[in-house]
């Protein structure tokens, strides 16, 4: 994109000083001339007065009283009747001349060397190329900062829409002052709120339907062991019948809640955890050196999971950003190895969460210290939607643990595992 704007401008500001600059040479080396054909013209005719003064007085043609109107270098002709007068050196070929007609029916004849008129023309020409190449340079350098000013912003809404499109859907308070491209990032902001409340109510909905569902067949199945206990041979084998698919239902409803689990995950992929890890916490640093904090790292080499990037790096920046506004103290960020997983834990050395709000810390919309209460609510989804899940292990003081998938050992970091999308 830099390149084309840069590519662009630069093409008008050549066409432009090629169309302009043309002309503006012709311009030149014409009014040079003009300028020393319109002086010559001048000097011959105050001569041509003064020698008409001369002849009416009756005196005779003296070339004395005139040489001082001669410019250097020039030779004057005056012919007067069957007479001819010259003043000055051989102007050489091709001379500049300029003749004038005197009321004594004569003429004066003023010729100039061409040579001193066409290194002048020459002089004007190549400060005209000066300023052409100036005004090009001058043109490159708008072009640059305007290829800047213009595809660092268009990246960056780019850069926005694809981890938008990842599953990153904090705003992002960062404007360019461009209206069009301003507007471009309110929408991508609503649209991220938008798509979170929309995971997060699929979640809520997937839970209640599978909690209702469990429930409610495992209720059936309960009566229906009972009966198949019964006296009755009939009923017994109806109930048996019963139950089996029963059975199948509820295989059936597991089969599918993983289909959903496992078509959330589809974006997910063999991830370096450790890398990605520390380049959160690069990220953060220095937010946390402006607070007056201190961000503490234990992260173990080589932990590969199950993740996708963005989802990863905007839950531990939510869990960062939440010991950063209500903890206290040293932040520390670890990542290990667990039974089955990657564990990764952010915790801080303040008073933790009170008592009352633990039940509620994951709930959509409740704060105890005035935020949203939209970013643990969040973070867990977007956790959850790598199949992964984030509890709060302790709550005094305050830690947060995210138990990732490990990636199998046949994986290759960068590309995406196969996931069935129907169930089996």
């Known amino acids: ?86 003043y000055g050196a051989d102007p050489g070929e091709d001379p500049l001349v300029e003749q004038v007609s005197m009321v004594r029916s004569g003429t004066v004849r003023l010729a100039l060397p061409s040579g001193p008129v066409r290194t002048q023309q020459v002089q004007v020409a190549g400060g005209v190329l000066l300023l052409a190449v100036l005004s090009a340079a001058a043109g490159g350098f708008v072009a640059i900062l305007t290829a800047r000013r213009l595809a660092e912003p268009l990246q960056h ?45 699929e979640r809520e909905l997937v839970g209640d339907v599978s ?70 916490a690069e990220e953060w640093r220095e937010q946390f050196r402006t607070e007056g904090r201190t961000l503490r790292l234990r992260i173990a080499d080589g932990l590969l999971a199950r993740a996708t990037p963005a989802r990863l790096r905007e839950t531990i920046g939510v869990l960062l950003d939440n010991a950063l506004r209500h903890g206290e103290g040293a932040v520390s960020l670890s990542a290990r190895y667990g039974s089955g997983t990657v564990l990764v834990q952010v915790g801080d050395s303040g008073s933790g969460v009170p008592d009352e709000l633990v039940p ?9 210290g005035g935020s949203t209460g939209v970013g643990l609510a969040l973070a867990r989804a977007l956790v959850e939607a790598d199949g992964g899940r984030l509890e709060l292990s302790s709550a005094r003081p305050a830690t947060f643990e995210v138990y990732l998938p490990v990636a199998r050992a046949d994986d290759v970091l960068g590309v995406p595992w196969r996931t069935d999308s129907t169930p089996r």
């Open 1 to 86: 994109m830099r390149r084309r704007l840069l590519q662009a401008t630069l093409l008008a500001v050549a066409v432009t000083a090629f169309v302009l600059g043309i002309p503006l040479a012709v311009s030149a080396l014409k009014l040079v001339e003009d300028v020393k054909r319109g002086d010559l013209a001048t000097r011959a005719q105050q001569i041509a007065t003064r020698l008409d003064e001369q002849i009416a007085a009756g005196n005779p043609i003296d070339l004395t009283n005139v040489r001082l109107v001669v410019p250097n270098d020039a030779r004057l002709t005056v012919r007067v009747r069957d007479h001819e007068y010259t």
């Open 157 to 201: 809404v780019a850069d926005r829409a694809n981890r938008l499109g990842a599953g990153d859907f904090r705003a992002d308070p960062r404007r360019h002052g461009v209206p069009e491209l301003d507007r471009v990032a309110d929408a991508l902001d609503a649209s991220g709120a938008a798509l979170s409340q929309l995971m997060q109510r």
């Open 211 to 280: 909690h209702q569902l469990r429930s409610r067949l495992t209720a059936l199945q309960l009566r229906l062991e009972a009966l198949t206990e019964t006296d009755d041979p009939e009923t017994a084998e109806e109930a048996g019948a019963a139950l089996e698919q029963a059975e199948r239902l509820s295989g059936v409803l597991d089969d599918l809640l993983a289909a959903a689990t496992a078509a959330r995950a589809r974006d997910a992929e063999p991830l370096d955890v450790s890398a990605e890890l520390a380049d959160v």
């Open 360 to 368: 509620h810390v994951f709930a959509r919309g409740f704060s105890g």
